[in-house]
Structure formats: C-alpha cells, structure tokens
C-alpha cells in the first residue's frame, strides 16, 4: 500500500486545488483522491477527514478555497479560485511579450509557458490565442536579458559602465561601431521605445546624453567607479524626444488639421499647450529635442503639419524636403 506523510500530501492538496480548479472548475473530495492516485498510484489509500482537515489548515492559513454547496446531502465542492493575476491580465502580459522585438524566439516561448503556470491549467488554455511570434522581427542576442539585469544594478548602484556597440551593415553582419572601442558612460536609465529597450546614458567623451539599444550592446561591464546622484526625469525626457534620437531641447510650434488632435495627444499628453489658430487648424507649443528624430516625425503628417518655429528647425525641414524633391525629379 502507496502512504503518503501529512507534510507531502496537505503541499500536494494545495499543488491540486492551484492546477486544476478555479471559478469554472471545481473538485469533489472523490474528484481530489482520483488526482492524487493519478500521481501516486491506484494503491494509495486516502482518508476523506484527513484531507478535510488539510482543507481546514490550508483554509487557515490564508490559502484561498471556495466551498460550495448548493443542497443538503449534496457533496461539497472545492477550488482554489483567487490569484494574483485575472485572466486578462495574463493576456496583456503575454501579447506584450510577445510584441517586444528584443526578446528572442526562444525567450519569448519560455516567458509564456511561465505566465501560464500563473492560473489553472483550464484557463491557460484560453491563453493559447496569443499574438503570432513573428521570428522575423525578434531579436537573435541571448545577451539581451543580462544586459539589462546588468544595466539596472549598476544604475541602482550608481556605477559607470563600459560596453561596445554595433550596428548591421548592408550584408546583414554586426559590425562593432568605432573598431571595437569601449564606451564610457553614465547610466541613467533604461527605457522601453518604439519596441526596443534603451539606455539613457551620459557619454563622458562628448559630454552628452545619449541613447543605446540594448540589443546592439555587446560586452557590457560594469566597473568600480562610482558617481553621485543627480535626479533625472525619465518620463519628461522621454516624452521630449522622437524616435529615440538625442538632440538640444528648445520650445518648438507647430500648426497641425484639426483632425490630428488625438494623435498628438497621444504623443504629447492632454496637459500640452493647444490652442485653435482658424476653423481648421491648431497649434501645438512644446519642449522637445531638435534632431533628425523630429524631422521625420514631422514629415510624417506631410501638408497637414507646418513647423512655425524656431527658424532652425523649419529651415530642417525645408532642406529635407528639397533633398526628397531631388531624389524624385
């Protein structure tokens, strides 16, 4: 005859009711023996009162379990149905996931087998209809994740970092920037953009803020040398820039249709400075980065936005649009 020792079968009542009940399945005692027997062989021998009071333990000690009863007479039913994750959120998790092009393939797959193991094994079959990976855009570096474990500890230490970076060429090789030269920075921050991860850096050699990619770091380290705190406002800078390109920040003004109101809110926040220039236009005064970043983001709302200032950044605009001119005549 199969026993199992008290410690072993309450931890395995408690796997039980986390596996495989919740709102919408439930177990009987007769139900929970079969499970256990399952596991243990048909020659274990369970008592009905033994289990009932590993319920009554599990019950207090703050483990959550439904019981329901609909009648008198009937047998009782139990499951395990609260959980720190609802099944919508588990949803969002995973399509974000799945949506971020530095995580691998590979990576992207065990992520989701984790989520899952986060509610019953019912309802993560409702989770199967997850956004398609698409390997074609995913990253291939498997140094992505330590990179960034790497990043967040020295930024919490406030310890400068060194690192190569690269970018592919036109045969689709990696190719280290500047022959393989270590860059010497700051880190302030690690950002989340256009798909990417990023690091928010001061680059000592040019004595300026920069953006990194995480995915194109290679041999990050993280060194001894300290550096005081100084507050640094993520959001704010981030909400500066475009396309994650650096750049001085200056009070820009731009008159965009009338019907371009909501995306430019949804860049710029309800809080921008708005104000209406005729029946069909606005105009839109804010800080943001002059770069090549903006330019491009300005050209892609074409006739329907005009750069009223500063003069720099119109005259920008002007010569990319006279290069575009070029290309086509």
Excluded: C
Excluded at 225 to 243: G, I, R, W
């Amino acid at each position: 005859m199969v026993r199992v020792d008290n410690k072993e079968r309450l931890l395995k009542l408690m796997q039980i009711l986390k596996e495989e009940t919740d709102e919408e399945n439930e177990l009987t005692l007769d139900d929970i023996i079969d499970k256990f027997q399952n596991i243990y062989g048909s020659d274990l021998k369970l008592n009905k009162n033994s289990l009932k009071d590993d319920i009554e333990h599990l019950i207090e000690s703050h483990f959550d379990i439904t019981i329901n009863q609909e009648k008198d007479g009937l047998p009782k039913y139990y499951s395990h149905q609260y959980r720190l994750f609802e099944l919508y959120e588990l949803r969002m998790l995973i399509d974000a996931v799945v949506s971020a092009r530095f995580i691998t393939k590979e990576e992207t797959k065990g992520l989701i087998r984790k989520i899952k193991q986060l509610t019953s094994v019912h309802q993560a079959k409702q989770l199967q209809n997850e956004i398609l990976i698409d390997s074609s855009v995913k990253s291939e570096s498997h140094l992505v994740r330590l990179a960034i474990h790497d990043l967040h500890q020295a930024i919490s230490d406030r310890k400068i970092v060194t690192f190569q970076y690269g970018r592919y060429d036109m045969n689709k090789q990696f190719q280290l920037s500047h022959d393989g030269e270590l860059y010497r920075v700051k880190p302030l921050a690690l950002t989340w953009a256009n798909d990417f991860y990023y690091l928010l850096a001061y680059f000592y050699q040019e004595n300026e803020i920069r953006h990194y990619r995480i995915d194109r770091l290679r041999s990050v380290q993280i060194t001894e040398e300290s550096f005081p705190f100084e507050a640094f406002d993520v959001n704010k800078y981030v909400h500066s820039t475009f396309h994650m390109f650096a750049g001085s920040e200056q009070w820009i003004k731009i008159r965009f249709k009338n019907h371009l109101i909501n995306p430019i809110i949804d860049k710029f926040g309800k809080q921008v400075e708005i104000r209406k220039d005729n029946e069909s236009h606005f105009v839109v005064t804010t800080k943001a980065r002059i770069s090549d970043g903006l330019v491009s983001w300005i050209l892609n709302w074409g006739s329907q936005a005009e750069v009223l200032s500063p003069s720099t950044l119109v005259n920008q605009v002007k010569q990319e649009i006279n290069k575009m001119k070029d290309i086509y005549k």
